[in-house]
């Protein structure tokens, strides 16, 4: 007999394979696995929007094969993005950050419930921010219009140019993470939807560039199906005045189907945009004639909306309506 018999002899080595460990060892991996996805924290997991049923000996779901169904069926659920905002009452959304982008203009970040959910704005709507004012006992509210869209889940971001006098403007600058903003939406009669127009010209001031920019994201976003022509006319006081020109300038070198044309009162040294006011030479210059299938939207400082109103009716265009209409060829939001 040679030397591993003899080990085989004195049973230090099994003749043959052994059951005896693995069948308790399966067993007690199934119970684990059972207990671990009954367990409590997994059904409150807050990234879950509906709950998991629990199982229960008279639950329909008593075998492990439905019971990953229904997990994978949840999953799949939560792939669909949920719209949060409701357009009468106001909710209540956790600042997640904020950010300056210039002296005098701040983005803030606020916070959906759920990581998968979108703001459910459509392009050229806007949203109502309001708080009460604790001197008055006032409800004060504002429009803004989000510079992020529903493609961006989890939060939406809204920024605001901030006055110093300014009721909401004093108290959004006063806000720390994790206070809560409430909002309702959403509001306005302009609603973009692809092959509306052929072409729009704008004309912005200051942070009227707001809804100008979520109805260019939603045109390049649907490129090349979408085919409209947008040129942008961008006024502001000073260079530092303007905002997002780094995103308007990158769309544009990007999409040769949008123009961005700036316009500052004071301009500095080697300033190749305009200097000065929005005249109507340049309205005619730089923006689309008045012609079927042609839209000018308007946001801005009231005096400018006024001069720029009377401008394009001289040009030929429809008399802006006081309130606007979704189909106005002259839109002021
Ligand atoms: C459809 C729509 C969308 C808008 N979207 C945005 C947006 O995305 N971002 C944004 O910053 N604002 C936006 N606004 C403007 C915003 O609603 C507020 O009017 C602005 O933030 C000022 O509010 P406030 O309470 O801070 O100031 P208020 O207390 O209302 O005003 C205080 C003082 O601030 C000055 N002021 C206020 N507004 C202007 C102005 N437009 N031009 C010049 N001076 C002014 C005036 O001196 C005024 O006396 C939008 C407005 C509309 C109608």
Redesign the pocket.
Known sequence: MNRSLNIEAQGLLPTKPDNTYFYPWLLFVVVAFYYWINHESWHSHPAKSTPVPPITPTHPATSLKRYLEILAEEAANQVSARPILDPDNLQDYPLLSKWDISHNVTVFRLGLPQPTDVLGLPSGQ?IALAFTDPETGKV?A????P?STDDDRGYFD??????P??????HLQALQVGDLVKARGPK?AMVYKPGMCERIGMIAG??GV??MLQIIKAVLAQRPTDTTQIDLIYANRTFDDIVLKDVLDEMAEKDPGFKVHYVLSQAPENWTGSIGHVTKAMIKERLPPAQAGTKIML?G??GMQDSMKIYLEELGFDKARLVPKRDDQVFC?
Not at 142 to 145: A, E, F, G, L, P
Not at 158 to 163: A, F, G, M, R
Not at 165 to 170: A, N, P
């Open positions: 806007h004060v504002r429009s803004y219009t510079i809204v920024l605001v140019k901030l006055y006098d300014g009721l909401m403007s004093k306005g200051g942070s707001t809804p946001c400082p009231a939001f």
